[in-house]
């Protein structure tokens, strides 16, 4: 059964830092590029980081650059995504998903995961 797991998602202050996990199981994740994806309470999804399958390149949301690091590890099938100064505005939950080409393009990904929450709040 192919399938992704997220987790690291919680409550944190302010500048804070989390790191989300990408587990997958079913399939091998370094053959596809990666993609953190976020949707907020009311907005549409929007494509936050991706990491390439080969080269491991990465693009950043504007919103996002400086701050949040996309890596992966091979060896454990896993993707993540460090997210350091945190604000409010980065609330939401968070999804990560597979796709033929690294893209911020929610449209673009599948085999989404059920997502973990995200909560940047004093």
């Known amino acids: 059964q192919l399938q992704v797991v997220e987790s690291g998602g919680g409550l944190v202050q302010p500048g804070g830092s989390l790191r989300l996990s990408c587990a997958a199981s079913?399939?091998?994740?370094?053959?596809?590029?990666v993609g953190w994806l976020r949707q907020a309470p009311g907005k549409e999804r929007e494509g936050v980081s991706c990491i390439s399958s080969i080269g491991g390149s990465t693009r950043y949301a504007d919103s996002v650059k400086g701050r949040f690091t996309i890596s992966r590890d091979n060896a454990k099938n896993t993707v993540y995504l460090q997210m350091d100064s945190l604000r409010p505005e980065d609330t939401a939950i968070y999804y990560c998903?597979?796709?033929?080409?690294?893209?911020?393009?929610?449209?673009?990904?599948?085999?989404w995961g059920q997502g973990t929450q995200v909560t940047v709040s004093s």
């Open positions: 998903a597979r796709s033929p080409w690294a893209s911020l393009r929610a449209s673009l990904y599948d085999y």
């Open positions: 079913g399939f091998t994740l370094g053959s596809y590029a």
